[in-house]
């Protein structure tokens, strides 16, 4: 295959506009450091609370368009073992930030948190919620190699350049960008980025449709023409794998910092809240394309086409769906745009994982080691994080495994581990420290033992209807959702008993080692007392100037 000039010559000039906007984004956010009151580190985190709406929607929404959104959509609806009913990704997401924007963005943004381990930082104190912290920073280490590995597959095959080559100049680009302006970076390249997804994406379709290469998807929803109809079918023991899948997407969300890192760095409560309702349909809008070209690579006889015999998925390249039909149906200039689109789709989660990481590491685990640092000092950090993040993250793109197992363990701990923890966090008044421990080690523990297929992580907690596939056991039961739902009672139920045990006196006070009695005598430090006054100091980016 020859090297696709158009293409490459599209990369280039998106990554240079991107470098360029990533560039000015620093220089604005350096001279507002001078009027900070929170110092530079609230500067790189939170763009100094001062994000609008507009920049707001774009880069809420950018963040979750990522490349496994938009090639991710398109694959799964074209699988003929998945298909539409298992690719609900901007419903799920949408839903999501509807929730968000009525449950969690006001309760976060009111109190001026920096990170979402804030308020554990607040209520359980800076040690517990150091070694809590740890989840969700791996967790955003841990997406990025997903997907660095979905662009850099694509851009070999479209492309016909070097996997490494492509997966380690968009990281470096990302990189650079993040680390020159933090999250005013991050925001103004996103608006950039989703515009170009949008453009691009939206572009494309009068053309995929109007190419005459498939049969009317109408019909192929149905009905089986060249493979199983597009729409997919769930059967009876696929509903509790469904029902794993659509909340796991959803409420699972909820609990990792990219979302809310665009709730605390709005310029105030009801413009987060906007933020995540006007997302919320713009989502759906940019989901909608891939579902489209999708469909109508469901529905092409494909042997008619210059890519010919077998089709994508018999050939192994059923995760290239998308920029395969685009090829096959759209003018050469349309369709490196389209590349340049999938791109800023990658870039625009890219940035925002290593920016999250960066924040939870510094804010609750860095200060929680060093105490009062200086604020030069935590500038040095912030720096070292994201180079490291981003070296570490595409590093893994060397094991093998694929997006797929990436998005899982990376999904996996934020939903079973980290949303419990931040529900009874946020909107339980009985949750406690040893609440805290006893539900996290039984998270933990439960998830390794309904083992995990991907990563060859056996099963050893049967559920009921667990079934054999080829030598492995397979759960058909929602076990991610029992795992979550188990945490979520073991953090209730041992804070209210620990709380009882002490408060009553059955067990001496030197043993409580959380202060559960000091706790209920007394407002923890650094709460606010006062619900009525929303300005508050940031007690979690205390420094010495």
């Known amino acids: 295959m020859a090297l696709n000039i158009a293409g490459l010559v599209m990369m280039v000039i998106f990554y240079l506009l991107v470098l360029g906007i990533g560039v000015w984004a620093s220089v604005k956010s350096k001279k507002m450091e001078k009027n900070a009151n929170g110092g530079q580190a609230l500067i790189s985190f939170l763009a100094n609370r001062n994000i609008g709406l507009v920049v707001g929607i774009f880069t809420m929404t950018a963040t979750w368009v990522g490349g496994g959104f938009v090639i991710g959509i398109a694959e799964s609806v074209y699988d ?108 103004y390249t996103d608006v950039i980025q989703m515009s170009l997804i949008l453009i ?156 999250s990481a960066t924040t939870i590491f510094t804010t609750n685990i860095y200060q929680t080691i060093r105490g009062q640092a200086s604020d030069r000092e935590l500038q040095w950090v912030i720096r070292v994080c994201i180079v490291v993040a981003g070296l570490v993250g595409t590093s893994l793109t060397n094991l093998s495994g694929g997006v797929l197992v990436f998005w899982v363990l990376g999904s996996d701990l934020t939903y079973t581990i980290m949303f419990p923890q931040l529900v009874c966090v946020l909107f339980t008044d009985v949750s406690n420290g040893y609440g805290a421990t006893i539900g996290f080690l039984v998270a933990v523990m439960m998830r390794l033992l309904c083992g995990e297929p991907l990563i060859g992580l056996p099963v050893i907690l049967h559920f009921p209807q667990c079934i054999l596939e080829d030598g492995v056991y397979i759960q058909t039961w929602p076990f991610k959702t029992i795992c979550m739902l188990a945490a979520l009672v073991s953090i209730l139920l041992f804070s209210y008993v620990s709380s009882v045990l002490f408060q009553k006196g059955i067990l001496p006070e030197r043993w409580d080692v959380f202060q559960v009695r000091t706790q209920r005598e007394s407002p923890a430090e650094g709460t606010r007392e006062d619900n009525d006054d929303e300005t508050v100091s940031e007690p979690m980016l205390e420094t010495k100037h």
């Open 80 to 187: 003929p073992t998945q298909g539409l009913i298992w690719t609900l990704i901007p419903l799920q997401i949408s839903l999501s930030f509807i929730i968000g924007g009525l449950f969690f963005s006001k309760t976060m943004r009111e109190k001026n948190y920096v990170s979402m381990m804030d308020p554990f930082q607040r209520k359980y104190g800076k040690a517990l919620t150091a070694v809590i912290a740890v989840v969700p920073v791996l967790s955003e280490v841990i997406w990025i190699p997903g997907l660095l590995i979905s662009l850099g597959a694509t851009m070999t095959v479209v492309l016909d350049l070097p996997f490494s080559v492509c997966v380690w100049i968009s990281a470096a680009v990302a990189i650079t960008y993040t680390v020159l302006g933090g999250l005013y970076s991050v925001a």
């Open 200 to 355: 691009s994406l939206w572009l494309c379709v009068p053309f995929v449709l109007t190419s005459g290469i498939y049969t009317n998807i109408i019909e192929t929803a149905v009905n089986n023409t060249y493979q199983a109809p597009w729409l997919g079918h769930l059967g009876s023991s696929d509903v509790g794998r469904w029902i794993d899948h659509f909340l796991l997407m959803s409420v699972g969300n909820l609990a990792v910092q990219d979302f809310h890192q665009r709730t605390l760095s709005s310029s105030s409560t009801s413009t987060a809240r906007l933020i995540c309702f006007i997302a919320a349909g713009l989502v759906i809008v940019a989901g909608v394309p891939s579902l489209l070209i999708g469909a109508v690579a469901a529905s092409t006889d494909w042997n008619s086409t210059s890519y010919g015999s077998p089709s994508p998925y018999e050939r192994g390249e059923g995760a290239l769906a998308l920029p395969i039909t685009i090829s096959q149906s759209t003018p050469i200039f349309i369709f490196a745009f389209v590349i340049g689109g999938v791109a800023a789709a990658v870039m625009s989660s890219a940035d925002s994982y290593l920016l």
